[in-house]
Structures are given as structure tokens and as C-alpha cells.
């Protein structure tokens, strides 16, 4: 049933560890995101994913990649994770067809909140 | 630039009382504007969202919104409110690019 899910939930690592977080969608879109919430809530985006090619890549340190091997996929993998990565990752999908009340309309998933040590 | 901004960061009401959180929006060209809540420890839900058509958008939970365009504004409204209520509201808006540009958040808190 879940539309948009990522794993893990809670991810605790050291400084300088590499790690991953996978996001899935099973509603059909073509579009996929990822954001950084921090400490004060504010969201921003960080990637943006249509039909598995990247359209949008903000101001990211290149620590962070990601991976899309299908639509319906979006990971995020880090390496060398640093204190300041600390936050709550949400993954989001959207479909990019125009017209429909649907249209924009990003749906987000649960959220992955990574603490670095 | 694009950009959209709260002013409210924190508002406080008993329940029973009216609720207005501001949103004001930069953009050039159609925007869409959206509301989102997120409760505690969960994630992002859509309230309400405005494409195109009456200026006064209706979503769930008796929130309702209205697009001034005069005022580049997108209210976010509910009459009464109630402890449940109690979140972090996020207007947010996109534009031909399709992508997602959001406010800094107001958090409510509801006092039964």
C-alpha cells in the first residue's frame, strides 16, 4: 500500500562512513526527488530525478550521489559522511504529464534520519 | 529567483480559535502553490493546492486556502482549530520547472 517508501528509517554511522539510502515508488510517476530537512525544519532540494535522467542538482557537495536504476527507484548514496550531514532525508515522486489534478503534486515518503557520530 | 516565504514561524492558539498562516510567493509566470503538514515524527502530507481556476482552494481536514494574486499570497485558513491540528505547515510553489520551492515552515501549536 505504501506509496513512496525508504529505507532505513533511522541511520546512525561514524564520520567518514560510507552509506545509502533507497527510496521506491509504486505509484507510477516518472519523476523523483530528494530533499534535506535540517535541525530547523527547513526543507531543500537537493536532486531531482525524471525518467531516470538527473534534471535537477542543487548545490550538493559531490559526497552525495544518486542512483536511479529504474522510475520507480531513487537512491542516495554518501560517502565520507560528515557531522553537518546530519539531517532527515525525504524522498518524493511526482509525475511530469501536464493537465490532471495530479500535476506537480509530489508525494513524499516516511523520511530516513541520519545522525553522524 | 523563485522563492516563497512564511513569516509566521511559530504561532501559538487555544482550540476553538481561528487560524491564518501567511505564505507569500516570488515567481515569474504560472505558478502552483501548494500547503503541506507534517505532524510529529511523520512525513510530509498535501493539505490543499492550487493549479489554476477559483482563487479559493479547499482541502482536507476544513483547511482552506485563498490565491491573491494581487498580494502574491496563499493563505492557508481553518476556522477553528483543534489540538490535533498541532504540526509544521509548509507552503510551498513551483513553476514551469516543475520543482518544489519550499517555505521555511511555521510550526503550530494547538493548546487544549
Known amino acids: 500500500d505504501t506509496a513512496v517508501s525508504q529505507t532505513p528509517k533511522y541511520l546512525v554511522t561514524q564520520m567518514g562512513n560510507d552509506k545509502s539510502i533507497k527510496c521506491e515508488q509504486n505509484l507510477g510517476h516518472d519523476t523523483m526527488y530528494w530533499y534535506k530537512q535540517d535541525s530547523k525544519k527547513f526543507l531543500k532540494i537537493m536532486f531531482s530525478?525524471?525518467?531516470?535522467?538527473?534534471?535537477i542538482n542543487e548545490t550538493v557537495p559531490n559526497r552525495f550521489s544518486p542512483k536511479s536504476p529504474d522510475k520507480a527507484h531513487l537512491n542516495l548514496h554518501i560517502n565520507s559522511l560528515e557531522l553537518g550531514d546530519s539531517a532527515v532525508y525525504f524522498c518524493?515522486?511526482?509525475?511530469?504529464?501536464?493537465?490532471?489534478?495530479?500535476?506537480?503534486?509530489?508525494?513524499f515518503g516516511p523520511g530516513t534520519r541520519l545522525t553522524v557520530l | 529567483a523563485q522563492s516563497v516565504s512564511q513569516h509566521n514561524h511559530h504561532v501559538i492558539l487555544s482550540e476553538a480559535a481561528s487560524l491564518e498562516l501567511g505564505c507569500n510567493y516570488s515567481y515569474g509566470g504560472t505558478v502552483n502553490l501548494f500547503w503541506y503538514v507534517q505532524y510529529p515524527g511523520q512525513h510530509l502530507q498535501l493539505l490543499l493546492k492550487y493549479f489554476s481556476g477559483d482563487p479559493l482552494v479547499k482541502g482536507i481536514k476544513g483547511f482552506e486556502a485563498e490565491f491573491i494574486k494581487s498580494k502574491f499570497s496563499f493563505n492557508l485558513r481553518k476556522p477553528s482549530v483543534q489540538w490535533s491540528d498541532t504540526a509544521e505547515y509548509f507552503c510551498a510553489g513551483s513553476g514551469s520547472a516543475r520543482q518544489l520551492t519550499f517555505g521555511s515552515g511555521t510550526q503550530l501549536t494547538v493548546l487544549p
Open positions: 530525478y525524471n525518467n531516470k535522467e538527473l534534471i
Open positions: 518524493a515522486s511526482s509525475t511530469s504529464r501536464s493537465g490532471g489534478g495530479a500535476y506537480n503534486e509530489q508525494f
